[in-house]
């Protein structure tokens, strides 16, 4: 037998043992499932933009509500089943957050309240009916990335006039390869570029890609919007420092990484909208009737200093138009 006070350290210490999202559930407080294609380490700063939009609709993450996460790591074929663990939590709503995970929360459930980030087109995507009425269970924000993808491409041109091949590293996992592949194709064709498309969806696959690259002369890369490369932006940054290549992307970690230059829709600005519509879902409304926000933000980032070590001028005009500046 034991003691009252033995007792009482027993059950806290199970108390604490038991899952989040049960303890959530005991408290009364609702808990939001996360979903995410990539990793948590960086994503430190959208995440904190997810916060920051959930506080607006009045809830606070371990005050008044619970989130539980799920990363798949860049293994696109882990989100279905992480999908459906977080809906058999239960979860009141759903945060599906990059375009793979918004696909495997769409076909997991047809109920759960949904909230979406994506860089490509949502209607063409079948996450939502139209973006002014979703429709049914799901709603979301979206950013310019994909849009903006061929503009990239003339950011090269501007930055090296000279360019004639240009590396392009795409992860053939995303769903979206094929499409964004296509526009970029055509940007090229207008800008007389050729590119070397490079595959990658490991760690081990971006190493091999530069090496690649570095064989095939290459002036410039630009890596493709996906969620896997977001969550390797230091790797990436210092293979480009390390192989001496000039790169765009669209992830402003990647410039702080040593990266050179990143174009974007504004991905925090979506993940905002994503926490805002999360919270105002927790209050009562419906996603069917939120509609589809889309961030108009689009921010350029140079890395000055990556500039001189490459050796490349950044010209005045460019300079003008940028957002930040690192120096």
Request: aromatic content about 6%.
């Amino acid at each position: 037998m034991i003691g009252r006070r033995e007792f009482i350290t027993l059950l806290g210490g199970a108390v604490a043992a038991w899952p989040l999202s049960a303890r959530a559930q005991q408290s009364g407080m609702p808990v939001i499932g996360f979903l995410n294609s990539g990793s948590p380490g960086p994503y430190v700063r959208i995440l904190a933009a997810f916060r920051r939009g959930l506080k607006e609709a009045g809830y606070v993450e371990g005050q008044n509500a619970t989130i539980e996460y799920r990363w798949a790591h860049g293994q696109y074929e882990r989100l279905p089943a992480l999908a459906v663990e977080l809906i058999h939590r239960p979860v009141a709503v759903l945060a599906a957050t990059s375009t793979p995970a918004a696909l495997a929360a769409k076909a997991a459930t047809t109920t759960v309240p949904t909230v979406f980030t994506t860089a490509s087109n949502p209607v063409e995507l079948g996450l939502v009916a139209s973006l002014s009425r979703p429709g049914g269970n799901v709603t979301g924000a979206t950013q310019l990335s994909v849009e903006v993808g061929p503009k990239r491409l003339e950011l090269v041109r501007e930055l090296i006039p000279t360019a004639t091949i240009v590396g392009l590293l795409v992860n053939p996992t995303n769903p979206v390869a094929g499409a964004l592949l296509r526009d970029l194709q055509a940007a090229a064709r207008t800008l007389g570029l050729q590119l070397d498309i490079l595959h990658a969806s490991t760690e081990r696959d971006i190493d091999d890609a530069f090496a690649t690259l570095l064989q095939r002369r290459a002036s410039a890369l630009v890596i493709v919007a996906d969620a896997f490369f977001n969550s390797r932006s230091e790797q990436l940054g210092a293979l480009t420092l390390r192989h001496a290549v000039p790169t765009i992307f669209g992830y402003h970690e990647f410039v702080d990484a040593g990266g050179l230059m990143s174009y974007s829709g504004s991905i925090a600005d979506s993940y905002r909208w994503a926490g805002n519509y999360s919270g105002r879902i927790l209050r009562g409304e419906k996603p069917a009737d939120l509609p589809v926000q889309q961030s108009t933000k689009v921010e350029l980032i140079i890395n000055l200093k990556t500039a001189k070590t490459l050796g490349l001028t950044v010209p005045p005009t460019l300079l003008a138009r940028a957002d930040e500046v690192i120096e």
